[in-house]
């Protein structure tokens, strides 16, 4: 993967950029430790020579203003440790991290406070909610701090709310609130001040798998009105997979792979990553755009003969009305039995129970489609005008494709 693919687009658009970052945890960190890690050396061997653990090891990726970044990884791999040297929390050993042009490790005393107040939220695992303060007051409070006027804060607190859907329990305390609930209110705590930047660890890693589902909903559907860059932790790649604009996979305190959930699942870097993928449903992650050919519709007023020349084996090709939306379809079963009854005529060798979706469909949502053995419409969501052909074997054949890069994968460590 370039440099460019790696740490997004055009360095305008960047919000958070980290730059060959260390960050190694004992007494001396600057020393030989460093060295060592510098050098190449892996995770166990570093703490084995020198007593220091490294937390991260020339960490390098930039976050898009307006997107949802997540950083994947098993316990220990480095992922939370990232998240704390964008806000400071942990001093880093070596590198950069920069914060919408400012360098946030040289910050410090209140101009690190006010940074951190004006331009991030952070959501934690586990609430983090005053008890004894009422849903109200627990998402103002950040505000309050600011000293912001009640009137003012309690104005803000409600729209954050309203945004998580629990402005009716304004009033209850978190007591009286389910887990997934309190979770939406330490969300609109982060919401509340308006930041620009929301920093979310294993948010939602304490609540039920069902839970958890409707929060990654909730997440996406407030990211569509609010359009925040949001920094996502998480262990679980499923998560990381299905909220995720861009996710990067981290093992021992390195970065492994970046990319979207697309590349990531279709195109795994490592053998790591395979294993991380070959579990996963790809029909879930992988959308109709990245398997659809051109549709190379057929002219209504050709005939049937030649029409059949253009399917060569697909499934079949469409036909078009002045607008260039697909109206018939011609399949190779049904022109071969027009033709067999003496007819030259493609209208009669047409039909018009075909399926349609939009490009970004994913493929477990035309798995029924898919097994009527038809080819799929593909249209443009604003004017319906065919843009693709989805031949059902082609979902099979992108399925076979990861599987074999999988097993390709798994080959290479056991030779």
Same mark, same amino acid.
């Given at each position: ?138 998402? +103002?409070?950040?505000? @309050? !701090?600011?000293? $912001?006027?009640?009137?003012? /804060? ?6 954050? %709310? =309203? ?119 790809? +029909?879930?992650?992988? @959308? !109709?755009?990245? $398997?659809?050919?051109?549709? /190379? ?6 005939? %049937? =003969? ?110």
């Amino acid at each position: 993967m370039s440099d460019d693919a790696a740490n997004g687009s055009a360095a305008s658009d960047e919000i958070i950029r980290l730059n060959e970052v260390y960050k190694i945890f004992g007494p001396q960190p600057r020393g030989r430790p460093f060295e060592l890690a510098r050098s190449g050396v892996p995770k166990n061997e570093v703490q084995r020579l020198s007593g220091h653990v490294v937390g991260l090891s020339n960490v390098s990726f930039s976050i898009n203003r307006g997107e949802i970044f997540v950083v994947m990884g098993l316990s220990g791999s480095g992922k939370s440790t990232a998240i704390r040297t964008v806000n400071k929390l942990h001093d880093i050993t070596y590198g950069e991290v920069l914060v919408d042009g400012v360098d946030v490790q040289k910050l410090d005393g209140t101009d690190l406070q006010a940074f951190r107040r004006e331009k991030m939220g952070m959501v934690f695992q586990h609430f983090a909610l005053f008890p004894h303060r009422n849903v109200l007051d627990n998402v +103002g409070y950040g505000l @309050k !701090v600011q000293k $912001v006027d009640r009137s003012n /804060r309690n104005e803000a607190a409600m729209r954050a %709310l =309203s945004l998580v859907g629990l402005a009716a329990f304004a009033e209850h305390r978190p007591a009286q609130l389910s887990g997934g609930m309190q979770q939406r209110v330490g969300l609109a705590r982060a919401l509340a001040s308006d930041p620009d930047i929301l920093l979310m660890d294993e948010a939602f890693s304490a609540l039920d798998p069902l839970i958890r589902r409707q929060m990654q909903d909730e997440l996406m559907e407030i990211q569509d009105k609010v359009h925040k860059t949001i920094l996502f932790i998480t262990h679980d790649l499923n998560e990381a997979l299905r909220i995720g604009d861009r996710v990067c996979i981290m093992k021992d305190g390195a970065v492994v792979q970046i990319g979207t959930p697309e590349e990531i699942l279709t195109e795994p870097a490592t053998g790591y990553v395979a294993e991380f993928v070959q579990d996963v449903d790809q +029909g879930r992650v992988i @959308k !109709v755009v990245e $398997v659809m050919s051109e549709p /190379r519709p057929i002219p209504s007023d050709m005939s %049937l =003969s030649d029409a059949l020349t253009l399917l060569d084996d697909i499934a079949g090709r469409f036909c078009c009305d002045a607008s260039g939306r697909p109206v018939a379809l011609l399949t190779a079963a049904d022109g071969l039995r027009a033709r067999s009854m003496g007819s030259n005529d493609l209208a009669k060798a047409l039909r018009s129970d075909f399926d349609q979706c939009n490009p970004d469909a994913t493929l477990n949502e035309l798995y029924a489609s898919a097994g009527r053995g038809l080819s799929i419409a593909v249209v443009d969501d604003d004017d319906g005008k065919l843009i693709g052909n989805l031949d059902p074997r082609l979902i099979m054949e992108e399925m076979g494709r990861v599987e074999q890069l999988i097993e390709g994968f798994e080959r290479e460590v056991f030779m």
